[in-house]
Structures are given as C-alpha cells and as structure tokens.
C-alpha cells in the first residue's frame, strides 16, 4: 500500500505495476488542514532542542498511491539536520522477492532521507504533504531519534510487512506511541470506528474496477469485522487525525494536545477519495443477469441451431474455466500463504477450483455424456446458493453481496441451460 521513496523510489513503481496485476488475480491483495500551498520550512523549537513531526503525504492518482504515506520527521538543531524516517521501503531485487509476496512473506525496511528533498519527491507527484509537530518532552524527543537511529541500522531495519497489520505506517503510530508512553494506543485501542479494513480498501480503489473488484473477490472474512482506531491508523491519514485527539503529560501535570501545530506543506490539485466506497451491487447484479440471459438463450435457440449450442458451449466453458482458476488462486491463498486477511474466505462458494470439472465436459460435449454435465452444474448452483443463503447466519457475515450477485445468476443460467439441452435432446450430447 506504502510506496518508498529515495533510493528505493524507482523500484517501488516497478513493484507496483506489478502488484496491480497480481491484486487481479486475487492475490492481493497482497508487494498517505488545508491552506495555502508552501514549501518554506517548518516552524522550529528552540535552538538546543529537537523537533519532532508527523509527516503524512496524501493518496496519488495511481491505485498503488491511493492509501497514501507517512514518516517521521526530526530536525536536529545541534546536528543541523533534517531527517524524514519512511517505513515503507523494499527492493525487487532482493533475493526471492516475488515468491515472497506471493507467500505473503514480504521485507521491508526503514530508512532516514533528508527531509526538504522528500517533500520535493512527493509535491513533483503532486501528492498532499501535512506535517503535525508534536508535543513531547525533551528527553522523549531524544528518546525517539536513538529509537529511529538503532531502527535504521541494517541489523535492525527490516520487518515483515502486513497490509494491515504491520505496515509504514503502523511502525509509525508504534514509535511514536513508544515516544509518548503509550498514550496513543490508550486513546485509540477501545475506541470504535463504526469501520472495516474492507470499507477503507473498497473507497481508496474506487477509482479502478478492476483491482476493486480483484480485492473484493480476494479479500476473506477477516477484513470484515469493525477496527478500532488504533487499527485504523494502518491509514496515514487516520493517523494523522486521530493524533489530534490525543493528550500527553506537560510539565506541570496538565494535559496538552499531542499535536503542538499543524501545517500544510502542499496541497494537491487531485480530489480526494471518496469518504465511503461506491454502490455498485446493481452494476454487477446486471453484469451477471445479462450473462446467465445469454446462455439460457442460446441454449433454448440451441435446441434446433447447432451454432447455439456451440455458442452456449463456448460461453459456459470460458465462465467455468475462469471461475475454476480464481477459486484455486482463492484456495490457495488460505491453504499455502501468509496472507491472513484472505483467509475465511465465502467466494470460494461462488468460484471454486470444482469449476474446473464442469470445463472438460462443455468443450467435448461430443464425447462426454450429458447427465455428468447436468449433475454438475446443477451441484455448482446449489454451492452458489448455498453462498447466499448462509447471509442469514450471523457467523458469515463477509461483505461479498456483489460477488454473489455477479456469479449466482450465471451458476443458475449454466445449469438452466445445461438441463434444457439434455431434455430437449436426449438422444444426443449437444454437439
């Protein structure tokens, strides 16, 4: 979700070029207060004591940019520097890199940039960039800088990365929340969101059907349960909002804002994502209706046409065999991966690797008898069925209500068809 800049900034566009494509596949799922637009410095603390800053920068126009990013950003006055620590770095050309991501299993790293150019790096992507200073105490501000120093060191700098879990910017929220004595995760950890992981993944991919849909389909049940706002600063932006509500100790005992100030650094000329994802059950209802109406028509026409036979064949093959390959891709995901918010997953009720077994007998009709057809299709429209039926139940309450509704109508139409054909024409296996 995090793209990483500097160094690594090249090869982050490769992987998620790649990533996009491999989230079609369902693999997903799995490789951030307006004013007036500036790029003067921040404000600064007094001259003997460091600064501390939230960094978050806005969603880009690309899928893979739309949950944004963050850092931590220290100036040092003693030092004379400036430094942006990014969570969110990786390298293709680390060994086993791919089949890493596949398994789920992927490295990241941390590392510190000078803080002016990344700001330049993120306004020439035209890419909103907020800073927050924080208040800490003194010796909580050098805390974090020998914490984020130690962090950067090749033997301590990589980590697992999970996209929901334990990505850029829950590293982020987790240092700093260390910083400031746990008084974020006091805040955040019980307070509900009336949100999912699913609802903020579905609106930040609004903006691409396809890999909307790849993640819908790919994403299991876990990604349905409401988060708190501790979790839900696996988002940059949530992070940067939620921090405003938090309180630290001041010197005297009083409770302060942990958010000393705020500043926008750069403001895009892009909209932003929408505040809830899109209503497009109707869309997919449609798509799969309009299917399931064409395989019933060209099976009732294929009663006396053998070119509609042929037709029905040809379109109730490329159904099951594409319906077959995401129900292994979704089998597999759970059974042999990593990728924890894939598991659970309803759709395999709707595309399963069963599919696979209906193929053979639609395009060798000739030679494979029609009752195995029949039997078969029919099972896979009681499974899709069964998928909707099971809504009813409070355990399955996956949100797939648009996978159902595109796949269910064309179970029913492939089976439909199948059976009219072996009625109509008993004597022949619908050449």
């Known amino acids: 979700m995090r793209r990483g800049s500097g160094a690594a900034g090249q090869g982050g566009g490769r992987w998620c070029r790649i990533s996009r494509y491999l989230a079609l596949a369902f693999l997903f799922l799995m490789s951030g207060i307006a004013s007036a637009q500036e790029t003067a410095p921040p404000p600064r603390g007094a001259a003997d004591e460091l600064t501390v800053y939230l960094m978050t920068m806005g969603p880009g126009e690309a899928v893979w940019e739309r949950f944004g990013h963050n850092a931590i950003w220290i100036h040092d006055p003693a030092r004379g520097t400036d430094e942006a620590y990014n969570y969110g770095l990786f390298d293709l050309r680390q060994e086993n890199f791919l089949v890493r991501f596949l398994q789920g299993r992927m490295w990241y790293w941390m590392q510190g940039f000078p803080s002016e ?72 950890d019980s307070l509900p969101t009336g949100k999912t992981y699913r609802f903020h993944t579905q609106r930040l991919t609004a903006n691409d059907p396809f890999v909307y849909t790849g993640l819908l389909l790919g994403l299991g049940q876990p990604v349905d349960r409401e988060i708190s706002a501790w979790e839900e600063m696996f988002l ?152 909707f039926a099971l809504k009813l139940i409070p355990g399955f309450y996956q949100v797939n209500s648009e996978i159902i509704g595109l796949a269910l109508p064309i179970h029913l139409g492939v089976a439909a068809g199948c059976y009219y054909l072996s009625r109509c024409i008993p004597s022949r296996a619908s050449a």
């Open 117 to 188: 150019s990344y700001v330049q790096l993120y306004r020439r992507a035209n890419r909103s960039v907020w800073i927050q200073e924080l208040e800490m105490s003194p010796q909580a501000k050098r805390d974090l800088q020998k914490f984020l120093e130690w962090n950067e060191l090749p033997e301590n700098r990589f980590y697992h990365y999970d996209y929901y879990l334990d990505n850029c910017s829950t590293r982020v929220r987790d240092a700093l929340d260390r910083a400031m004595a746990g008084r974020i995760k006091d805040f955040a």
């Open 236 to 387: 940059p932006l949530a992070l940067r909002d939620h921090i405003r509500n938090v309180t630290v100790p001041g010197s005297d005992g009083s409770q302060l804002p942990a958010v000393r100030s705020e500043r926008t650094l750069f403001e895009s000329t892009e909209a932003s994502p929408p505040a809830a994802p899109p209503f497009w059950l109707p869309a997919y209802v449609a798509l799969g209706v309009a299917v399931a109406a064409a395989t019933v028509a060209l099976a009732w026409a294929g009663t006396t046409s053998p070119a509609s036979r042929r037709g029905f064949m040809a379109l109730s093959a490329g159904w099951t065999l594409l319906a077959g390959i995401f129900g292994l891709v979704l089998a597999g995901l759970w059974a042999f991966t990593d990728h924890a918010a894939a598991y659970q997953n309803e759709n395999l009720l709707q595309l399963n690797p069963l599919q696979l077994a209906l193929f053979p007998l639609l395009v060798r009709s000739t030679s494979i008898s029609t009752p195995r057809r029949v039997w078969i299709s029919g099972f896979l429209a009681v499974l899709s069925l069964a998928g």
